[in-house]
């Protein structure tokens, strides 16, 4: 079946030891999103790609960044991660269509402890 | 900018009834759309159902159907027959289009929803 997949489902790391959380998808979707869902709370927007362009959001701060090197992979670096980054991280897909539904299609989720 | 509303922390319905989850909206934009996602605790959103600004008719999926009254910036997802699979964090989100192509969703904080027998 088409779908996004999200490796590793949980991470842990070391206050300040940089960490990658990897996202793959076989939906073969031009648009790829990431978004950060602390303990209940909503999802936030990071970053998405618009194929290759990369598009920050104003107030993701410069800790996370993010690559993909191809249509089906994207990557989220965080690079010196805090206490306050602990939290469930999304990845998301959809075909952008213009003004059609163009529905993000969601992975599982990896969820990220900071030590 | 746009805010997504919903009121109801949590919800409970008794298996086969019916249920309201109540989401209101605010946006300066024309065009735009409205979804809801339901998230078990597995953590996965899952797509439910969707609302454009301009469907003159609300939007139905199986037992999901969306109460969208465009006067009041309301979007309410309405669940028909509730089932025990139904226990999960729903979300209400609206769409606006990103400088550079793709969709930003703006979520509201979500309520959750326990069906019980």
């Known amino acids: 079946d088409a779908m996004v997949i999200q490796n590793p489902r949980y991470q842990v790391t070391q206050f300040g030891k940089p960490v990658t959380l990897s996202c793959s998808q076989t939906l073969n979707h031009n648009v790829m999103y990431w978004y950060q869902q602390k303990s209940s709370q909503a999802p936030k927007l990071l970053f998405h790609y618009y194929d290759k362009d990369f598009n920050n959001e104003a107030d993701t701060p410069d800790n996370f960044q993010s690559r993909r090197p191809n249509t089906s992979f994207c990557f989220l670096d965080i690079r010196s991660p805090g206490l306050g980054d602990a939290a469930m991280y999304l990845c998301?897909?959809?075909?952008?269509?213009?003004?059609?539904?163009?529905?993000?299609?969601f992975g599982p989720g990896t969820r990220l402890t900071v030590l | 900018a746009q805010k997504i509303t919903q009121t109801q922390p949590g919800m409970f319905v008794q298996e086969k009834e019916a249920v309201t989850l109540d989401c209101t909206y605010d946006t300066s934009d024309q065009s735009y759309g409205l979804f809801w996602y339901k998230q078990p605790s597995s953590g996965e959103m899952i797509f439910l159902i969707y609302q454009g600004s301009y469907d003159e008719q609300n939007a139905t999926e199986g037992r999901y159907s969306l109460n969208f009254q465009k006067a009041r910036k309301s979007a309410n997802l309405v669940i028909s027959a509730s089932q025990l699979g139904d226990s999960a964090m729903y979300f209400c989100?609206?769409?606006?289009?990103?400088?550079?192509?793709?969709?930003?969703?703006?979520f509201g904080t979500g309520t959750q929803l326990k069906v019980e027998l």
């Open positions: 998301a897909t959809s075909r952008d269509i213009g003004q059609g539904v163009s529905e993000q299609f």
């Open positions: 989100a609206m769409r606006s289009v990103r400088t550079g192509g793709g969709n930003k969703l703006t």
